[in-house]
């Protein structure tokens, strides 16, 4: 019997390279959410294997999605990654950023050269731990 960790890899290789997505981050992010989880809740709202909140699913997700079905989670979590990445200009950490806190909050402080000083420490936190390679940080991101 495969891990829970592992049961979902060929959905996230398959909607990761759909959207240019690295697939261990995508991993990684799905741990930091739910712990591969689709039917986890948290306590304001947010729902399924990537954690949306309904306002966004309704945004993001293809009409007559389910947002506990993994296949559409890891589908709709690939595509808002990618459309947050675009809207960052390509900053990993900020479009993990966005993810977290939302991308309103984002836009009002990735102009200021210390932005991550300014992220609340939940969000520092989440953001450090889906970008972790192994243990080894990604150049480039510290937290404050």
């Known amino acids: ?10 959905l996230i290789a398959y909607y990761a390279g759909l959207h240019n997505r690295d ?17 986890a809740a948290s306590p304001v709202g947010a729902r399924g294997l990537l954690q949306f909140m309904p306002a966004t699913w309704l945004q993001i997700a293809w009409p007559g999605d389910d947002i506990v079905n ?10 808002y990654m990618a459309t947050l990445q675009g809207v ?6 900020l479009a993990l950023a966005a993810y977290n806190w939302g991308i309103g909050h984002v836009r009002k402080v990735q ?12 969000t520092a936190a989440y953001v450090m731990k889906c970008m972790d390679y192994e243990g080894e940080t990604v150049a480039g991101w510290t937290p404050a």
């Open 70 to 79: 993994p296949e559409h989670s890891i589908r709709a979590g690939c595509k």
């Open 1 to 10: 019997m495969l891990a829970a960790e592992d049961r979902y890899d060929s």
């Open 111 to 122: 102009a200021d050269p210390n932005w991550r000083t300014l992220l609340p420490p939940e």
């Open 23 to 39: 697939a261990r981050q995508v991993k990684r992010q799905i741990r930091a959410e739910s712990n591969f989880n689709p039917t």
């Open 88 to 93: 960052v200009n390509g900053d990993l950490a």
